[in-house]
């Protein structure tokens, strides 16, 4: 994964939130390496990274550590979910433009999702 696509910067700017979530430690990972490439780009969103934690874990089998460590798809979800709930409270000025600009792209519209992105980034 490293190094990055220099073409997430560009996607990731149409969005409110960017979240990693990978399988190994975090620190130092990919979602390190994510956090940094937007940071270079100038885009400031708010990074997400899912991950083990740098610690000595019990032993135990894969599926019952990564609930022990909160990495369920459930728990994943979840906290984004709460993730977008803070920023559409602290900024919902953002959230319509996103919503259009997900629908937009959703209808294949290309012209009007670049400009709903357009809108979004003006925010």
Sequence with gaps: MKPVDPELP???ARHRL???VEDNVRTGGVGAAVA???RDAEVDLPVRTFGIPEAFLA???R???LADIGLTPAEIAGRIGAALTRIEAAHPERAGAAAEARTAARAG???GARTAAA???QA
Excluded: P
Aim: net charge neutral; hydrophobic share 50%; proline share 0%.
């Design 18 to 20: 960017v979240a990693v």
């Design 59 to 61: 032993h135990a089998k």
């Design 109 to 111: 519209t290309a012209a």
């Design 63 to 65: 599926g019952e550590v």
């Design 36 to 38: 940094q490439t937007l």
């Design 10 to 12: 560009g996607l990731a």
């Design 119 to 121: 809108k979004e980034s």
